[in-house]
């Protein structure tokens, strides 16, 4: 039971060239576990997460995405839209614009049981019980609210709570504690938590907080250019980073010395030659100047660098 | 170098909107070559404090003191030079840089403000300037929209730097980097300070951030500055309830 993706690419046409957002990624995610895809903007981890709700131009994506045994890049728009909030649901990126500014919070989550069939009183009540179980204390007073009375932290439960109502087997969370301050982004932390004893479901979150993604989730993948360079368990992960560019990461977090890694992340458009992370990598020699490393299988995870192989 | 004293500012929204004290009695002391951390969460009013000391807003009330001169008594002409001494780093790379200028055309903009350098050399000035800040000369020629964050907050710094300020408003100049660009950015502005002197205001949310890079420390909550000390003492013996709680927080996503 999973989320597989095979040999996934997805290309984009731009003035410089054709550039490959996301590069042969190869990856499956368990149902029963949080699995966080980290890496810096422009890593490819976002379209990774559009790509597997079929939200980016058929054409764009190559590559084959298995839900289960079920092939859902061979499905058509209509059965996608099967699929898409009733099986594998997203929250967005941004809870201040993702929500209908002119509609009251609770509106919008009764309008998810409506759609799965449920009478007005009874997707009325069934609303409430999801706020006050996503730590709400007046879901009543919650839900008559409108998104501009909410603060960033209730937003983004909201958001979730819309996400969960119609009991997914996969959540995918874009970013959700993007731009939010340290109060607020413990509250989003409480909330997913929360959502997982809620449901059953898998949650996919996508996001550039290594704090979040070490606490909050089981396996950790860490995409670089488009590439996955490291997978693994999220405490083994974080306390013996394999990858190079892991272990740059990490050493860059405040509390851990903020090192900074040398050079910057390659334009998509110029990428270097062999392992696309040789310039900045310390150990970098001949071989990883010439030959691009596969992602090889390492003790519980999985790495992409020669001297792991 | 920097002292606020009492330093207020009341906005009022709407028709019948409440007045809303953003900034309420506010006072602090930044000694040259220091880096005071600014600490608080969003719309506790530390970014409005920031643009009051650059006089970028009005205030209501209160002192600005730069240089032993009282600023929020200048008017006009007289400012201007007080405008080259204090700058201020915003937050959003995207906005920092007007779109449709090159990064030179921007980086020769403080010339045209200020008497830094004659017509004929200001271009070979920029070009010996921008390698202390990691720029690449062929970043020169482009737009904003086609360089990274990482790199406009470089630029934003090197056009700052241009002027030679003595004391720099940042306002949570990394908040929309990855954190390792920010660890980039963050050592740059430290090289920065070593070698010019200049003090910061650092204004951030990020708690461990600010232990790193701040002597001093202030932590802001709904206008007012509740609690101000050295900054490893601060964080070895928080007095108010507040501060033990965002210290808390913090702690809390570093646990596993």
Known sequence: MGLSLNDLCVRFATPSGEVLAVNHATVSFRQEEATGIIGETGSGKSVLGLSILGLLPAAAVSGRIFLDKRELTALGEREMCQIRGREIALVAQNPGTSLNPS??????????????????????????????????????????????????????????????????????????????????????????????????????????????????????????????????????????????????????????????????????????????????????????????????????????????? | MLEVENLSKTFRSGL???????????SLTVGPGQTYGLMGESGCGKSTLGRLITRLLPAD????????????????????????????????????????????????????????????????????????????PELLERRASQVSGGQIQRVALARIMLLRPEFIVLDEPTSMLDVSVQAQIMELLGAVQAETGVSYLLISHDLDLLRRASGYMGIMHRGKLIEQGAAEALFEDPRQPYTQKLIRSFDRMKEL
């Open chain 1, 103 to 309: 509609l009251r919070a609770g509106r919008q989550i009764e309008e998810v049981f409506r759609l799965t069939g449920a009478g007005r009183r009874e997707a009325r009540a069934r609303t409430l019980a999801l706020l006050e179980r996503m730590g709400f204390s007046r879901p009543e007073e919650t839900a008559r609210r409108y998104p501009f009375e909410l603060s960033g932290g209730m937003r983004q439960r909201v958001l979730t709570a819309i996400a969960a109502a119609a009991q997914p087997r996969w959540i995918i969370a874009d970013e959700p504690t993007k731009g939010l301050d340290a109060v607020v982004r413990e509250q989003v932390y409480d909330t997913l938590r929360l959502s997982r004893r809620e449901g059953r479901w898998g949650l996919l979150v996508i996001t550039h907080d290594l704090l979040l993604a070490r606490k909050l989730c089981d396996r950790i993948v860490v995409m670089y250019c488009g590439r996955v360079v490291e997978t693994g368990p999220a405490p083994a992960l974080f306390a013996a980073p394999r990858h190079p560019y892991t272990q740059g990461l990490i050493a860059s977090l405040p509390h851990l010395g903020m090192k900074p890694m040398p050079g910057f992340s390659p334009a998509f458009t110029d990428q270097p030659s062999g392992c696309v992370f040789h310039p900045r990598c310390p150990y970098a020699e001949e071989r990883c100047r010439r030959e691009a490393p596969e992602l090889t299988a390492a003790g519980e995870g999985s790495v992409c660098c020669h001297r792991c192989a």
């Open chain 2, 16 to 26: 019948a909107g409440r007045p809303c004290r953003a900034v309420d009695g506010v």
């Open chain 2, 61 to 136: 009330g209160g002192k600005v003191r730069f240089d032993g001169v009282d600023l929020l008594t200048i008017r006009g002409r007289a400012l201007k030079p007080y405008r080259r001494r204090m700058q201020i780093l915003f937050q959003h790379p995207d906005t920092a840089l007007n779109p449709r200028m090159t990064v030179l055309d921007s980086l020769r903009e403080p010339f045209l403000i200020h008497p830094l350098a004659e017509r004929g050399e200001r271009d070979d000035i920029i070009r010996e300037h921008i390698k202390h800040y990691g720029i690449q």
